[in-house]
């Protein structure tokens, strides 16, 4: 049975500043909460928290969660999202993503012990590596090179889960689990390097589509309100292990160019390129589990979200500037 949603009194995000954080904190200060954002801005920006510094249930810590974390007063749940999150993010920042994945995560759960507040993982399907099943269940173990490019997401990931349970085990911490599938909408960044800002960004400047391989190779979106939605529910359970929360219905990422290049009115050509190492062919998950204990699952159609990104991205593009730093309340 999904857990009925609950007030929360003060919520602590890491990577409170990216895409999915910033979002996040969005939810919890309209469900009532205090919200405390902590981020190294490494990947995230101050502009996707703009409509909050204002707001006096809102703050900023500037901290690298690989250090210590201490946060004054109480917290009643901690969100662990800090991570560089995107194939080009990892490839250019290995260590930083291996010591966020475990040192970053064991002082996340040390602050949630301290506080006696309830934790939830930001994991991935990254754990499930180029699966061998079809869709993936929580219940599969992966098949994840250790070695290979993509390890050091992949790999931190995993040791986050691992981290995460033996904290619920040992120490009796109140743990959750959110396994992540792709994610789009407003607030992803122009060179994040996946698919939806690629296709995207190029379409409305008329540059030429890159697609990867013969672009047979499928992913599963899901909207970011869809995502947040189901986190929140999860965050709001009594459930401790892994749970699947993305969109079950499967596009292949040439479908994918061509949607997109067709919503921006673009003329723009489809190029190919050799496709990366390591590269999942299939990715789409199981979600009985989210339907079955959450009540939830994705309602956003694609060309919906996709439609509502790239309206976004357009008025982006069409204003100018906004401060990404400044001195006012939201900096704590």
Known sequence: MSGSARTWGRVVVTGGAGFLGSHLCDHFIARGAEVVAVDNLLTGSLKNLAQLVDNPAFSLRLHDVTEHIEIEGGVDAVLHFASPASPIDYALLPIQTIKVGTLGTHNALGLAMAKGARFLLASTSEVYGDPLVHPQPETYWGNVNPVGPRSIYDEAKRAAEAFTMAYHNHHGV???IVRIFNTYGPRMRRNDGRAVPAFVTEALAGEP????????????????????????RLLDSDHCLPVNVGNPSEITMLELARTIRELCGSESEIVYEPLPIDDPQRRRPDITLARELLGWEPRVPLEDGLTRTIAWWREESASPDQPTAGTGPALG
């Open 174 to 176: 109140d743990t959750r």
């Open 209 to 232: 589509l890159t697609v990867f391989g013969d672009g047979s190779q499928t992913r599963s979106l899901c909207y970011v309100d869809d995502l947040v939605d189901g986190i929140a």
